[in-house]
C-alpha cells in the first residue's frame, strides 16, 4: 500500500472582515430604535470613529485611568493609560456627534449584560449568522478606513489604533471593494 501524507497549515482565527457602509447605516437605525439605550449607540459611535477597544470604551464610562483635554481647535483629546499593550494611548476626536457620545457615556447606566443582548440583537438584524458581527470590528473598520479612504500608511495607523507592531496593524487592514476597483481602473490607464 502507498503511504499518504498531508501538508496542513494552521489557519489564523481573525477577524477579516470590517463594517460595511450600508451595515453602518442599519446599525445607526438601530441604535435609534426607542428601545435602545443611548449609551449604546454612543459606543457604538466612539469605537466606529477611533477603533478604540470595547474595554477602552467602557473605560470612558468608568473614568478608569481616562483622561480629557479640549484644544483651541474643539477637538477632543482621551489618554487612555495603561492600554493592553501597557502603554498610554492618545485618541484624538473631531467628529461632533462622537463627542457628545464620549462625553454623554461618563453618565450613562451601562450594563455588560445589557450590552451583549443589545449586540445579539443588531447582530440579528443587520448580520444575521455572522460570528465575527463583533463590537471589535469597529477596529478593523476604522483601520481600514483609515488605509482606503485616507490613504494613510501602517505606521500612523498602528499608532492610532495604539498598536506596538506594525505586523499586528496589518491584520486590521483590509482592502475594500472600491480600492481594488479604483486600483484596476488607474492600471488600465497606465498600462
Request: include cysteine.
Amino acid at each position: 500500500s502507498t503511504k499518504r501524507f498531508e501538508i496542513s497549515t494552521p489557519k489564523e482565527k481573525n477577524r477579516v472582515r470590517y463594517f460595511t457602509p450600508l451595515e453602518l447605516k442599519a446599525m445607526d437605525v438601530y441604535c435609534r430604535n426607542k428601545h435602545v439605550p443611548q449609551w449604546f449607540g454612543d459606543m457604538c459611535r466612539v469605537a466606529r470613529y477611533t477603533g478604540m477597544r470595547h474595554k477602552e470604551v467602557t473605560r470612558l464610562i468608568t473614568m478608569d485611568k481616562v483622561e480629557y483635554e479640549l484644544d483651541d481647535k474643539k477637538r477632543l483629546w482621551i489618554t487612555l493609560f495603561d492600554t493592553k499593550n501597557g502603554d498610554d494611548r492618545h485618541v484624538a476626536l473631531t467628529d461632533k456627534d462622537a463627542i457628545e457620545s464620549c462625553l454623554r457615556l461618563r453618565n450613562c447606566k451601562y450594563t455588560e449584560k445589557v450590552f451583549y443582548r443589545l449586540w445579539d440583537e443588531m447582530r440579528f438584524k443587520v448580520a444575521r449568522n455572522d460570528s465575527n458581527f463583533v463590537f471589535h470590528v469597529f477596529r478593523h473598520s476604522a483601520a481600514s478606513t483609515m488605509a482606503n479612504e485616507l490613504g494613510l500608511n501602517t505606521a500612523v495607523i498602528g499608532e492610532m489604533l495604539g498598536h506596538r507592531s506594525a505586523e499586528t496593524t496589518k491584520k486590521y487592514i483590509h482592502a475594500k471593494k472600491g480600492t481594488i476597483a479604483s486600483i484596476a481602473d488607474q492600471m488600465a490607464v497606465a498600462g
